[in-house]
T-cell receptor
Framework: GQQVQQSPASLVLQEGENAELQCNFS?????LQWFYQSPGGSLVSLLS???GTKHTGRLTSTTVTKERRSSLHISSSQTTDSGTYLC????????????FGAGTRLAVCP | EAAVTQSPRSKVAVTGGKVTLSCHQT?????MYWYRQDTGHGLRLIHY???????EKGDIPDGYKASRPSQENFSLILELASLSQTAVYFC????????????FGPGTRLLVL
């Protein structure tokens, strides 16, 4: 089945530093989403980026479809960015059936 | 912003008992999903539905049933709860399949003793 590998597993930053999160996947993806999971457990979609580069606020995602990899860049990190970042892909083409990676746990220290 | 609610928010169940988790969305989305998350892991798809009165198996459907009685409601049923089904369960919805964003509910923490 499909596999999604995220790295690093965890990351500790000082406030203001930048973060680069990686996602590699084993199947051609028709959809790729980055999610943020808060320490309390709630999930929020950050970006949908199946190919190319997308920006929103301090977040930039770059997906290279034929190399089956995506990155999420967080600039000028803040303590409120602490939590887990999940990458998810869909290879079904139509049903949006997501396969998730295990996530990168980010801690931003003041 | 899509609104997806789940009930109960947490539950303790006994092994062999029946558990029903409910999900309700208010945005007229066609697609709904049930995922489970085990501690320290990503989410895995259990069942999904793209139209009322029809459900489809996801990646890990064994031990679970699903019901979609209306566009707004999607239930996950554990007929005979087992210890291995202790997890956090998330419901999600999206307007269509394809590349539409999925919106998640707050999750239900299930502990099976």
């Amino acid at each position: 089945g499909q596999q999604v590998q995220q790295s690093p597993a965890s990351l500790v930053l000082q406030e203001g530093e930048n973060a680069e999160l990686q996602c590699n996947f084993s199947s051609t993806a028709t959809q790729l989403q980055w999610f943020y999971q808060s320490p309390g457990g709630s999930l929020v979609s950050l970006l949908s980026n199946p190919s190319g580069t997308k920006h929103t606020g301090r977040l930039t995602s770059t997906t290279v479809t034929k190399e089956r990899r995506s990155s999420l860049h967080i600039s000028s990190s803040q303590t409120t960015d602490s939590g887990t970042y999940l990458c998810a892909i869909d290879a079904s083409g139509s049903f949006n059936k997501l396969t998730f990676g295990a996530g990168t746990r980010l801690a931003v220290c003041p | 912003e899509a609104a997806v609610t789940q009930s109960p928010r947490s539950k303790v169940a006994v092994t062999g008992g029946k558990v029903t988790l409910s999900c309700h969305q208010t945005n007229n989305h066609d697609y709904m999903y049930w995922y489970r998350q085990d501690t320290g892991h990503g989410l895995r798809l259990i069942h999904y539905s793209y139209v009322a009165d029809s459900t489809e198996k996801g990646d890990i459907p064994d031990g679970y049933k699903a019901s979609r009685p209306s566009q707004e409601n999607f239930s996950l049923i554990l007929e005979l709860a087992s210890l291995s089904q202790t997890a956090v369960y998330f419901c999600a919805s999206s307007d269509r399949g394809g590349q539409d964003t999925q919106y998640f509910g707050p999750g239900t923490r299930l502990l099976v003793l």
